[in-house]
């Protein structure tokens, strides 16, 4: 009863905390972070154990699945060298780094379990960073690296970790076995995720029955993940594959009515889950303190503090010095404004935020770890300033960095909405020799897709922003149209008129039809 009331408690919470981000424009995952810090000191309230097994067996892989299969692919392979350079360079760096001044600092820690706490610290959490940009716009380009680079570095930092751990309670480590089993993890969580996510799009492409078909796709990134785990590969390169390969089929395996549930349902679980994980991450505080036994504060946060400098420092350095190199996105931007790509590249060195995963590799280091609790504080405290330290201030940053709107690519989505139109209009002028008898729907679809092409953007701001206001007015007369609908429809339920299956039957046909109009 108590776990099932501390459930009900956060599920709250994250409702109350996320709409308080919501109006205050500030990224959801830092607030509830710090709201999860309220509760923890909270007395009575119910405690839910954050298991490190959970966290990496039932929250990561559906999570990592869903990003992968939202993630552009074309985009992803453009800038697959500076990918690299972030999902793996980086975390390599950061490892090395954050090593080197844990093993100076604290008497008595062994290279091993310091490079363990450099792999801990070293992966990042996109969410905070991509619900800044979306909110306040920022090039597709920057949006795929720090997306593309939350989804591989993990792997890269997990295979080093376990290194880490084994190296630290054996006392060997040999760096060429190392490597191997890097290549190995890596090609064989890519195989399996690459299996998987092929034979569940033929599954999928022989149903036609979308909670059945949204069920499976629960099941997916599990079935990518655990084998390969068990098999001592990426279960985290096996999950992103699967989801990368479905994603990228999702309009030819799918009905429209799986599609929408498919899109719905995933967006919910990935908003509960990452709500769970953020929350959970500030209960863990009162826990870790008490890890810690007598230790002089100063010197904890001290060398905590010092590790967090290392960590956001680090990574500015070496995107900087990363983008000098050939293939960098912001040589790309560069030939267009050298001040905005720097400033931009400037926003993709702040943008490294830590959450959930490291948290949970912390809490994974078995019980006799060298200085356990203090490697489970300093990376709670990394996870602390970088999501609430640099998540707060990404959005005056990414202010600051004065994007002019322009995407270097050009605008592909009024390239495909005109694509799409033109196509409409010319397969109306030909079915309507085939179609005599329908003249008038015709005639409707055709005004309706002209309408539509009347108000795509143009290269003429001017003239942009007039028919952007003159569609948000057709907007609103369509649905005053379709509230009075739906209102009248009601009436007649309350009269006792219509019953309710049939309210709902009209309900969807409106609401259908609304969201139709806003997309």
Partial sequence: METLTAVLLILVAIAVVYEIARRIGV?????????????AFIPGLPRIELEPDLVLLVFLPPLLFTAAAESPIRDLRANVVPLVRLSIGLVLFTMVL???????????????????????????DALAATAVFRRLGTPRIIRTLIEGEALFNDATALVAYRAAVIAALSGTFILSESVFGFVIAAAGGILIGAVVGRVSGEILRRLDDPPVEVLISVVIPFAAYLPADRLGLSGVLAA?????????????????????????????????????????IGLELPSILEGLGDRPPSEIIGLAVLVSVVVVVGRIVWVFASSLLPGSPR????????????RLTFVVGWAGLRGAVSLAAALALPSNFPERDLILFVTFLVILVTLVGQGLTLPRVLR???????EPEGDEATVARTAAYQAGLEEIGRARGEWPGHQPLFDRLESGLQDRTRHLA???????????????????????VIGAQRTAVI???????????????????LDLEELRMEG
């Fill in 98 to 124: 954050v090593a080197l001044v844990a093993h100076a600092l604290v008497p008595g820690l062994s290279w091993a379990a310091a490079f363990t706490l450099g792999a801990i610290v070293g992966p990042t």
């Fill in 331 to 342: 040589r790309q931007i560069a030939r267009r404004d050298p001040a905005l790509a720097t």
């Fill in 240 to 280: 992103v594959t699967a989801g990368l390969v479905i994603g990228g089929r999702l309009g030819t395996i799918l009905t429209p009515s799986s599609r929408l549930l498919w899109l719905t349902t995933w967006k919910m679980i990935g908003f509960v889950l990452n709500g769970f994980l953020f929350v959970l």
């Fill in 400 to 406: 600051w960095a004065r994007w002019d709107g322009i």
């Fill in 491 to 509: 009436e007649l339920r309350d009269r006792g008129e219509i019953n309710d299956l049939t309210l709902r039957l009209i309900e969807r046909e």
């Fill in 458 to 480: 143009t290269e003429d701001p001017d003239e942009t922003e007039e028919r952007r206001q003159e569609r948000v007015e057709h907007e609103q007369i369509q649905r005053g």
């Fill in 27 to 39: 990224p959801y995952p830092t607030l509830l972070v710090l709201g999860g810090l309220g509760l």
